[in-house]
């Protein structure tokens, strides 16, 4: 059984920062591609960065510059640290991991197959 985590969520004023953590269980973790990922109510869900087994990254081009992914294979968990939000940054965010895949393929198709966590939620007021 997989166990996909997701932490860190809450609400923020525009211009802050937030770090959300995402910690998986119960399989090749270290040859796994993540991915976060973010819906906003009534839109669509969309890749927002993704990291391969090998560090290799790939983000939105809405996120670029303010937000960084980074994977710590010891710990079994995924960083997202998200600075300069804005309210528009504001959405459910979740954790995937699936079957090495490359992340601009993840990010530019949107999709990942493999394990999700449960969303965080993440709100950005003006």
């Known amino acids: 059984e997989v166990h996909v985590t997701v932490s860190g969520g809450g609400s923020v004023q525009a211009g802050g920062s937030l770090r959300l953590s995402c910690t998986t269980h119960?399989?090749?973790?270290?040859?796994?591609?993540m991915a976060w990922f973010r819906q906003a109510p009534g839109k669509e869900r969309e890749a927002v960065a993704a990291?391969?087994?090998?560090?290799?990254?790939s983000y939105a081009d809405f996120v670029k510059g303010r937000f960084t992914i980074s994977r710590d294979n010891a710990q079994n968990s995924l960083y997202l640290q998200m600075s300069s939000l804005q309210p528009e940054d504001t959405a459910m965010y979740y954790c995937?991991?699936?079957?090495?895949?490359?992340?601009?393929?993840?990010?530019?198709?949107?999709?990942?197959?493999?394990?999700w966590g449960q969303g965080t939620q993440v709100t950005v007021s003006s």
């Open positions: 990291i391969d087994s090998d560090g290799a990254t």
């Open positions: 995937a991991a699936g079957p090495k895949q490359k992340p601009q393929v993840v990010i530019t198709t949107g999709l990942l197959t493999g394990y």
């Open positions: 119960e399989y090749p973790y270290n040859t796994y591609t």
